[in-house]
């Protein structure tokens, strides 16, 4: 996943990298081609160009270079180069080369600022993001968190994993907005699954508990926006691993990935998201679905669904699934995410995964069971 990154990154700045020599290059082609044309107004720009994507003493070069070329121009022109406008030319030309080390300094200090804030924002979305056993009985899981690019803010994402009496419990889920205000909710609506998942006996229970948290951190906001809300799916595989129960809260449906095929898990009748429960009734609807040995279950939050390309189409995490993939959640998890970076240059949204894969039966065959709700 970073090296697909790196490689978006590196097609984001070629082109800005280009075009002061660029410049000098076009000026050259000029000169030859017609020489009454003044070219020291396009060296001129060279330096300024130069500045937000070069270093401080790249920037000084590339200044120096076009001194240089405005100099050997008007040399092949006329042997009297100290003349009245190659003068006024060449300290322009300084001037603008001082003044775009200058703005490098500025450009320098100000990406240092926003990189460091991007930094911090990811540490502390980590740190509020509980660690997932790699590991339980029956069951490997993987987890992917991959904060914007675009973004200094703390995120809202969410997943947390409980192997209970009454199976494993996990949630997944995306606070709407960012900062402060998501990060409370978050933490809000991790304690509550935290003990909920421990100590009540059906799903339902543990995403009424959610619920009532989530309005009461609303409720106790006097500046909270009434349309704040939480997109969440959680999902309880039971204890002999042979099923799962699913509950959607207005989230991306889950994807079953075995056999080559992937099914998208949609709820059979939709739900509001957590925080607008009063508008709904009190029953949560929840969904059984078979696991099949080897089969993995992959859960996102939108902003790997909701990423665009050039183009503006969204990002189609099924291609990248279907076919020959290792019953492994963590191979299954990089297949869909190096997919997701060839797809888009940047990610508009913070993106969490997390998959678990039903471990294949000691001694037997994976199964061939059909998915059915």
Known sequence: MQRYQREKRFRRI????ALPPAVIVVAVVVDLAWPPFNTFPLLAT???????????????????????TGWLLAFRESEEV??????IGFTTLVTLTVVAAFLNRIFAREREQLRTSRQVAETVQRAMLPTVPERVPGLALATRYQAAQEEALIGGDLYAVHDTPHGLRMVIGDVRGKGTRSATLVNA???????????????PSVVQAAEIQVQDVKARDEDAPYEDFVTAVFVE?????????MANRGHPPPLLVHGGRVTALEPKEPSLPLG???????????DRYELPPGATLVLFTDGIVEARDGTGAFFDPVPPLTGPLPADPGAVLDAMLAALFRHTDELEDDAAALAVTRLPDEGGEESGAAVRP
């Open 189 to 203: 609506l991790l304690g509550a699954f935290h003990a909920a998942a421990l100590q009540t006996p059906d799903l």
């Open 14 to 17: 070629a082109w800005p990298r």
């Open 237 to 245: 595989i039971l204890p002999d691993r042979s099923a799962l129960r």
């Open 276 to 286: 607008l429960g009063d508008l709904a009734g009190p029953v949560v609807p929840v």
């Open 46 to 68: 060279v330096s300024v160009t130069a500045a937000p994507v070069y270093s401080l003493a790249r920037t000084v070069t590339s200044g120096g270079v076009a001194l240089l």
């Open 82 to 87: 100290i003349s009245r406008p190659n003068v």
